[in-house]
Nanobody, 121 residues
Framework: QVRLVESGGGSVQAGGALRLSCAVS?????MGWFRQVPGKEREWLAS???????RYADSVKGRFAISQDNVKNTLYLQMGRLKPEDTAMYYC??????????????????WGQGTRVTVSS
């Protein structure tokens, strides 16, 4: 089991930027970022695996960047050109299985507690 602790959320104006961090304790083959707003399903945003292959949802491609620092055992999500519709709770996710792309919430094995992002217009 992987322990995940997010940080870096906050309030920002539209067009601004934020960097989310996720401290990772334990082994993960793939890791990802998801977000959720009340009343909606959890939405996949980006993922990365141990080969450093990255994947992005169309909604954030070109605006968000996922990266990992293996020395600091930290996953990041650099978010730019933020929009009010990016307002959500953001979650870090992980899975130890090599067949997992960390793009489907139902297949995620471990979740962080979430960090809130609010983008005002």
């Amino acid at each position: 089991q992987v322990r995940l602790v997010e940080s870096g959320g906050g309030s920002v104006q539209a067009g601004g930027a934020l960097r989310l961090s996720c401290a990772v304790s334990g082994y993960a083959y793939c890791m990802g970022w998801f977000r959720q707003v009340p009343g909606k399903e959890r939405e996949w945003l980006a993922s990365i695996n141990r080969e450093r292959t990255t994947r992005y949802a169309d909604s954030v491609k070109g605006r968000f960047a996922i990266s990992q620092d293996n020395v600091k055992n930290t996953l990041y999500l650099q978010m730019g050109r933020l929009k009010p519709e990016d307002t959500a709770m953001y979650y870090c996710a992980a899975s130890p299985y090599v067949t997992n792309l960390c793009t489907v919430s139902e297949l995620i094995d471990d979740w962080g507690q979430g960090t809130r992002v609010t983008v005002s217009s």
